[in-house]
């Protein structure tokens, strides 16, 4: 089976605009477990000579401040489960929030790799933007623009290096 790599984070932060590049016009596949609250959307990825799963596991209903903490719980330990590496996505933007730190907490219990991407490092002003998100204690943080489609090679290059 190929290795699973799983985004994970915050509703916003652009998880579903980074699959879609990174599946490009590679088929995905929604999964809807029944009695699960939960979609995934599962695609295909390849960088260089190597190949992937992709997991988006951000297709969750957000209604109100609880129900985002309690949904980026369920999408952290749904990855923590299944995934050979994570991708933590933030912001740039918005700058660390309450729901970042309160997924760092869960990812700091697995025993597999994370990779920050700090999404919508859009322009040279925001690059100073990245540094704050190193005090989440995860030691490879990746500046990414879903717009631009800046980063996204440096990305995979440091996702696809764990296997
Ligand atoms: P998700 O909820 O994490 O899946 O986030 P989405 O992919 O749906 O993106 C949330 C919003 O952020 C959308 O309006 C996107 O167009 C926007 N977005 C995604 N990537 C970027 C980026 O690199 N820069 C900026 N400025 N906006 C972005
Ligand atoms: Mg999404």
Same mark, same amino acid.
């Given at each position: 089976?190929?290795?699973?790599? #799983?985004? /994970? $984070? !915050?509703?916003?932060? *652009?998880?579903?605009?980074?699959?879609?590049?990174?599946?490009?016009?590679?088929? #995905?596949? /929604?999964?809807?477990?029944?009695?699960?609250?939960?979609?995934?959307?599962? %695609? !295909?990825? &390849?960088? +260089?000579?190597?190949?992937?799963?992709?997991?988006?596991? %951000?297709?969750?209903?957000? &209604?109100?401040?609880? &129900?985002?903490?309690?949904? /980026?719980?369920?999408?952290?330990?749904? @990855?923590?489960?299944?995934?050979?590496?994570?991708?933590?996505? =933030?912001? @740039?933007?918005? *700058?660390?929030?309450?729901?970042?730190?309160?997924? #760092?907490?869960?990812?700091?219990? #697995?025993?597999?790799?994370?990779? =920050?991407?700090?999404?919508?490092?859009?322009?040279?002003?925001?690059?100073?933007?990245?540094?704050?998100?190193?005090?989440? $204690?995860? $030691?490879?943080?990746? *500046?990414?623009?879903?717009?631009? %489609?800046?980063?996204?090679?440096?990305? +995979?290059?440091?996702?696809?290096?764990?296997?």
């Amino acid at each position: 089976a190929r290795p699973v790599v #799983a985004i /994970v $984070g !915050r509703p916003n932060v *652009g998880k579903s605009t980074i699959f879609n590049r990174i599946i490009g016009d590679k088929i #995905a596949i /929604v999964e809807d477990k029944p009695g699960v609250t939960r979609d995934r959307l599962y %695609g !295909r990825g &390849e960088w +260089l000579d190597k190949e992937f799963s992709i997991i988006d596991t %951000g297709g969750i209903e957000i &209604e109100g401040e609880d &129900e985002i903490l309690r949904s /980026v719980r369920m999408q952290a330990e749904l @990855a923590i489960e299944e995934a050979d590496v994570i991708v933590f996505m =933030v912001d @740039a933007k918005t *700058g660390m929030t309450a729901a970042d730190s309160e997924v #760092a907490e869960l990812l700091y219990r #697995a025993k597999k790799p994370v990779v =920050v991407a700090v999404n919508k490092v859009d322009n040279l002003q925001r690059v100073d933007d990245i540094y704050e998100f190193y005090s989440l $204690g995860f $030691g490879e943080i990746i *500046g990414i623009s879903g717009s631009h %489609g800046t980063g996204i090679g440096d990305l +995979l290059e440091a996702v696809t290096k764990h296997f």
